[in-house]
């Protein structure tokens, strides 16, 4: 078992940045990945960006690239995101999770955190 736990949100006018940051505990094994995701209401899930923990490489959807970076602090076991330049669409439910194989497909995550929300007014 994982367990993660998101925390970060708030409401951001537009321009504005907001850090993110999961903290993840349990068996998280060697090679595995943590990626974040979003959600508003009646859309499906949407992939952000994802890290993977040994390495560290990065991955981004496109709509966020330039603007939001994913670290993370091995030693504290926490993956972040930071988002700058943010938009009003960029405003969901922020997710979280933990999957063994780097995917952008929310199916393949085993894991997930309960979400904090991002509102950015304009």
């Known amino acids: 078992q994982v367990q993660l736990v998101e925390s970060g949100g708030g409401l951001v006018q537009a321009g504005g940045s907001l850090r993110l940051s999961c903290s993840a505990s349990g068996r998280t094994f060697s090679w595995y990945y943590m990626g974040w995701f979003r959600q508003t209401p009646g859309e499906e899930r949407e992939f952000v960006a994802a890290i993977r923990w040994t390495g560290g490489n990065t991955y981004y959807a496109d709509s966020v690239k330039g603007r939001f970076t994913i670290s993370r602090d091995n030693v504290k076991n926490t993956v972040y995101l930071q988002m700058n330049s943010l938009k009003p669409e960029d405003t969901a439910v922020y997710y979280c999770?933990?999957?063994?194989?780097?995917?952008?497909?929310?199916?393949?995550?085993?894991?997930w955190g309960q979400g904090t929300q991002v509102t950015v007014s304009s």
């Open positions: 999770a933990w999957s063994r194989t780097y995917s952008d497909d929310p199916r393949r995550y085993d894991y």
